[in-house]
Nanobody
């Protein structure tokens, strides 16, 4: 199994920055693709970014140029650096692990095996 714990959420003003962390434990972290998703009240869960075991990244158009996904394998941690935040970015953010996939362009939540509990990000006007 893989256990994931998100942290770093909070309340920020529009235009500000926030860095989310996802700490992983259980299986070998370095072998797996990792992803970030978000879900606002009353809306579907939305893909944000994906990073492969080798470091290649795929980012949703809605956040491209503002958000950056990265990983530190020595710390078993994945990060989401969020800059130029907008009120529309307000959501619960989840990290997830894809233990079987080996392709870069995977945006569906159904492809991920394990999920964290989520961390709330609120961007005020």
């Amino acid at each position: 199994q893989v256990q994931l714990v998100e942290s770093g959420g909070g309340l920020v003003q529009a235009g500000g920055s926030l860095r989310l962390s996802c700490a992983a434990s259980g299986r070998t972290f370095t072998n797996y693709a990792m992803g970030w998703f978000r879900q606002a009240p009353g809306k579907e869960r939305e893909f944000v970014a994906r990073i492969m075991s080798g470091g290649r990244t795929y980012t949703a158009d809605s956040v491209k140029g503002r958000f950056t996904i990265s990983r530190d394998n020595a710390k078993n941690t994945v990060y989401l650096q969020m800059n130029s935040l907008k009120p529309k970015d307000t959501a619960v953010y989840y990290c997830a692990t894809d233990t079987r996939g080996n392709t870069l362009y995977r945006a569906s939540a159904d492809t991920y095996d394990y999920w964290g509990q989520g961390t709330q990000v609120t961007v005020s006007s």
